[in-house]
């Protein structure tokens, strides 16, 4: 395995075109149907797997592409003579790995911010919703935070789980259809997801591809939990779940100003207002795709696909110039007819060709013998051929 500037933009290159792909797999509604929402999110995991893995295997095959790819490489390898001499691709990745650094230490500071913040908090002990979340949450029940930091009610943790709900009061039907959302996120580990997005988002920060992959598949994470939690809702159920909804959405959009250092903790919670209509639409038609059959068939295609995308790179080629070509002038062929062995009168060999004469040993006589080279005995004048 290696990793090559051709397989790097091999890798950038294949990874936009699958983002792409299986964004039009999500948002088209059909296709949707085949692959479910599950399936969509392996889907966009697997570009994950491309994009964060760069390598060429042992099965690579090389393709020659000269015309295009010895003008990318021509370009990205020119050099800048402005006091330290480098190509342009050295200056990319210092670039790329310089904000890669800045995000990464960003991300974690709020992070540390966030979990400090929320932890230093003290959960809910009322009654009344501790046993809503005992009828709806089937792991280990996480602690309830309400906090007016957040707008809307979202969870967070990956080991320390906790649901976060808005400093307001809310009715126990509200808390019912919020909590087995909330708790739909947890289940799936959700939150680890967006994390891992996070991070690739931090070493492709440049490339727009990927913010698209993180945006849709947050959206695609809101879908799934929605179709987890109407599974078993009729259809008043489904409307009052959606009602709920709207309301919280609703709250976000009037709520006013908040305290400068309460919004920084809001880096990890994700607003999905613009996309509410299309969860709307899938929640009142309740087409529940088939979650087995979906999983099954977007791992055989992202599979075929991630092992295609693997099997080749290409890469520029050059040809030597003649007049680049050094020929040695003092070579020549060894063969049976213009080359012969001498046999010393001491008994040892030595090897005749064009009027050069050198000693060998007798293995590499006998093997010489086999292949067809004569022997003749010394004379005085060995010169003569």
């Known amino acids: 395995m290696q990793i090559t500037f051709f397989s790097i933009w091999m890798t950038i290159l294949w990874?936009?075109?699958l983002i792409l792909l299986f964004y039009v797999l999500r948002t088209k509604t059909p296709l949707l149907g085949i692959c479910s929402i599950s399936g969509i999110i392996v889907m966009y995991l697997f570009c994950f797997i491309r994009m964060m893995f760069p390598i060429e295997f042992f099965w690579t095959k090389v393709i020659a592409a000269p015309q295009i790819y010895n003008k990318i490489y021509d370009f990205f390898?020119?050099?800048?003579?402005?006091?330290?001499?480098?190509?342009?691709?050295?200056?990319?990745?210092?670039?790329?790995?310089?904000?890669?650094?800045?995000?990464?230490?960003?991300?974690?500071?709020?992070?540390?911010?966030?979990?400090?913040?929320f932890?230093?908090?003290?959960?809910?002990?009322?009654?009344?919703?501790?046993?809503?979340?005992?009828?709806?949450?089937?792991?280990?029940?996480?602690?309830?935070?309400?906090?007016?930091?957040?707008?809307?009610?979202?969870?967070?943790?990956?080991?320390?789980?906790?649901?976060?709900?808005?400093?307001?009061?809310?009715?126990?039907?509200?808390?019912?259809?919020?909590?087995?959302?909330?708790?739909?996120?947890?289940?799936?580990?959700?939150?680890?997801?967006?994390?891992?997005?996070n991070i690739m988002c931090a070493f492709f920060w440049w490339n727009p591809f990927a913010y698209l992959l993180k945006k849709d598949l947050n959206q695609s994470l809101e879908i799934r939990c929605d179709n987890l939690v109407v599974k078993n809702l009729n259809k008043q159920q489904r409307c009052e779940y959606l009602e709920v909804m709207l309301n919280e959405f609703k709250y976000n959009s009037e709520l006013l100003d908040f305290k400068k250092e309460k919004r920084m903790m809001l880096y990890l919670l994700e607003n999905h207002s613009d996309k509410l209509i299309e969860r709307f639409r899938l929640v009142a038609n309740n087409k529940q795709q088939s979650v087995q059959i979906g999983k099954l068939s977007a791992w055989i295609l992202s599979g075929c696909l991630l092992i295609f995308s693997y099997s080749f790179v290409i890469q520029s080629k050059y040809e030597v110039a003649e007049n680049e070509i050094e020929i040695d002038r003092n070579t020549f062929e060894v063969n049976t007819e213009n080359s012969y062995i001498i046999k010393k009168k001491d008994g040892s060999y030595s090897f005749y060709n064009h009027g050069n004469e050198m000693p060998i040993e007798k293995e590499s006589t006998k093997m010489l013998i086999q292949s067809g080279f004569r022997v003749r005995e010394e004379r005085k004048n060995e010169k003569e051929n």
């Open 77 to 117: 390898s020119y050099k800048f003579d402005i006091g330290s001499e480098l190509h342009i691709y050295e200056w990319v990745l210092a670039i790329s790995l310089t904000g890669t650094v800045f995000i990464i230490l960003y991300t974690v500071n709020q992070y540390i911010k966030v979990s400090r913040y």
């Open 15 to 17: 990874s936009s075109i």
């Open 119 to 197: 932890n230093s908090l003290e959960t809910i002990t009322e009654q009344r919703m501790l046993d809503i979340l005992n009828n709806v949450s089937e792991d280990k029940n996480p602690a309830i935070v309400q906090t007016a930091a957040i707008q809307i009610p979202c969870c967070i943790g990956v080991f320390d789980k906790r649901i976060l709900l808005p400093d307001k009061p809310y009715t126990e039907r509200e808390l019912y259809y919020i909590l087995l959302h909330e708790c739909s996120h947890l289940q799936n580990n959700d939150y680890l997801i967006k994390t891992l997005i």
